[in-house]
């Protein structure tokens, strides 16, 4: 009979501290890596971001270039139709509902005022129960405050004119970018194909196919969802005779491509313009549209087209669209799912990867750990 081997607590303790270094000097390589990257971005944003608004303007339009192309269509000859015909698109619909807000500018104007007469009525009359006095001296702070940032607002002119030249700029980038990938952009993968070599250019070539199609899904999907947003919340603010409801649907369908926040954005704008335009019981029910949308595409359509696409839960959704806003604003929360999105797919494509190389014949622990089961069962035989 073997005698047992008394477990040295000392030992183990000294491995599993062992294995935390480990682990931890390999988390914070990580947290350097990622802060490096991160820092690299928000230097070169101006150069990262119409890059990434070009490729997601891409995965829409490479279907139908790629489909003209097979019908015999040169590829120059069918990037630019479908070129034209995408800012053909943009500038038409400017084009139809500029008309719309110049028109109903007086009528809505009018309409206002007397909507804020009657929400001054119903803070004197309702269950507030204000004084004229209080309302008075509210509006009157609120005119201080005002005259007190004109210095800021004049001096923000100036960076408004600098932010617009930038954005026609970024446009026209944009678009160029969006050309050059439609048009080239089948011949990019078997070029880095070439250049990486064998082993790495099949890595890289289905990473980025897999990016490719998460993108395409996105994008596709989310203008389906957004398309749906629009069109129950314009119906809805027509048959409640709200004027502007074309323009506030186009201008829910835009903010649709900002999962969940943007569709809440562009409801509380069209309540406040039912509000001073109609009355507060037509408010309500705007609002109760703006919510029934809002649930529409938080449980139902998000979840189900989304998660069919790029396989993310909603609460990752969220929290990329806030860390995306608070980082770099509007522009942030567009590109936070996307950059999720690829995240993902390279963790799993990566994983995937480890699955592969893994001998299903070696035993699943280190010898660390394999040390600390020994430890443990010669422990067990003891007791």
């Given at each position: 009979m073997s005698t047992p081997t008394v477990r040295d607590r000392a030992v183990v303790i000294d491995q599993a501290f062992a294995v935390l270094q480990r682990w931890g000097l390999?988390?914070?390589?990580?947290?350097?890596?990622?802060?490096?990257?991160?820092?690299?971005?928000?230097?070169?944003?101006?150069v990262f971001f119409p890059l990434s608004l070009a490729l997601l303007v891409a995965t829409v339009l490479a279907p139908p270039v790629t489909w003209l192309r097979r019908h015999k269509v040169p590829s120059g000859l069918a990037a630019a139709l479908v070129m034209i015909g995408f800012?053909?698109?943009?500038?038409g619909a400017i084009a139809v509902?500029?008309?719309?807000?110049?028109?109903?500018?007086?009528?809505?104007?009018?309409?206002?005022?007397?909507?804020?007469?009657?929400?001054?009525?119903w803070l004197t009359d309702g269950p507030l129960q204000l004084s004229d006095g209080q309302i008075t001296r509210a509006i009157s702070a609120v005119q201080?405050?005002?005259?007190?940032?004109?210095?800021?607002?004049?001096?923000?002119?100036?960076?408004?004119?600098?932010?617009?030249?930038?954005?026609?700029?970024?446009?026209?980038?944009?678009?160029?970018l969006t050309f050059f990938f439609v048009k080239d952009g089948h011949r990019f993968l078997p070029w880095l194909a070439t250049l990486g070599g064998r082993r790495a250019g099949e890595h890289v070539t289905e990473l980025l196919s897999r990016t490719w199609n998460t993108?395409?899904?996105?994008?596709?999907?989310?203008?389906?969802?957004?398309?749906?947003?629009?069109?129950?919340?314009?119906?809805?603010?027509?048959?409640?005779?709200?004027?502007?409801?074309?323009?506030?649907?186009?201008?829910?369908?835009?903010?649709?491509?900002?999962?969940?926040?943007?569709?809440?954005?562009?409801?509380i704008l069209a309540v406040l313009v039912t509000l001073v335009t109609n009355d507060f019981k037509a408010a309500v029910i705007a609002a109760l549209i703006v919510l029934g949308v809002q649930q529409l595409e938080g449980n139902v359509l998000s979840p189900w087209l989304q998660g069919k696409n790029m396989n993310l839960h909603a609460g990752v959704v969220l929290l990329s669209v806030t860390a995306g806003g608070t980082l770099f604003g509007v522009t942030g929360a567009f590109l936070a799912v996307p950059v999720a999105a690829t995240t993902a797919v390279l963790l799993r494509y990566v994983n995937e990867q480890i699955d592969d190389g893994v001998d299903p014949e070696?035993?699943?622990?280190?010898?660390?750990?394999?040390?600390?089961l020994a430890e443990g069962k010669v422990a067990d035989d003891v007791g």
């Amino acid at each position: 009979m073997s005698t047992p081997t008394v477990r040295d607590r000392a030992v183990v303790i000294d491995q599993a501290f062992a294995v935390l270094q480990r682990w931890g000097l390999r988390l914070v390589v990580l947290a350097a890596a990622v802060y490096v990257l991160g820092w690299i971005v928000g230097h070169l944003w101006m150069v990262f971001f119409p890059l990434s608004l070009a490729l997601l303007v891409a995965t829409v339009l490479a279907p139908p270039v790629t489909w003209l192309r097979r019908h015999k269509v040169p590829s120059g000859l069918a990037a630019a139709l479908v070129m034209i015909g995408f800012i053909a698109a943009i500038v038409g619909a400017i084009a139809v509902l500029t008309p719309q807000v110049a028109g109903q500018a007086p009528a809505i104007a009018s309409q206002a005022s007397d909507g804020l007469q009657r929400v001054r009525d119903w803070l004197t009359d309702g269950p507030l129960q204000l004084s004229d006095g209080q309302i008075t001296r509210a509006i009157s702070a609120v005119q201080d405050k005002l005259q007190e940032s004109a210095a800021a607002i004049s001096s923000g002119i100036f960076s408004t004119l600098s932010a617009a030249t930038n954005a026609v700029i970024n446009l026209v980038l944009v678009l160029m970018l969006t050309f050059f990938f439609v048009k080239d952009g089948h011949r990019f993968l078997p070029w880095l194909a070439t250049l990486g070599g064998r082993r790495a250019g099949e890595h890289v070539t289905e990473l980025l196919s897999r990016t490719w199609n998460t993108l395409g899904g996105f994008i596709r999907t989310q203008t389906l969802v957004a398309f749906i947003d629009a069109v129950i919340i314009g119906v809805g603010l027509a048959i409640l005779g709200v004027p502007l409801a074309i323009p506030l649907a186009v201008i829910t369908f835009f903010g649709g491509y900002i999962p969940i926040v943007g569709a809440f954005v562009s409801g509380i704008l069209a309540v406040l313009v039912t509000l001073v335009t109609n009355d507060f019981k037509a408010a309500v029910i705007a609002a109760l549209i703006v919510l029934g949308v809002q649930q529409l595409e938080g449980n139902v359509l998000s979840p189900w087209l989304q998660g069919k696409n790029m396989n993310l839960h909603a609460g990752v959704v969220l929290l990329s669209v806030t860390a995306g806003g608070t980082l770099f604003g509007v522009t942030g929360a567009f590109l936070a799912v996307p950059v999720a999105a690829t995240t993902a797919v390279l963790l799993r494509y990566v994983n995937e990867q480890i699955d592969d190389g893994v001998d299903p014949e070696a035993p699943p622990e280190d010898s660390h750990a394999a040390a600390l089961l020994a430890e443990g069962k010669v422990a067990d035989d003891v007791g």
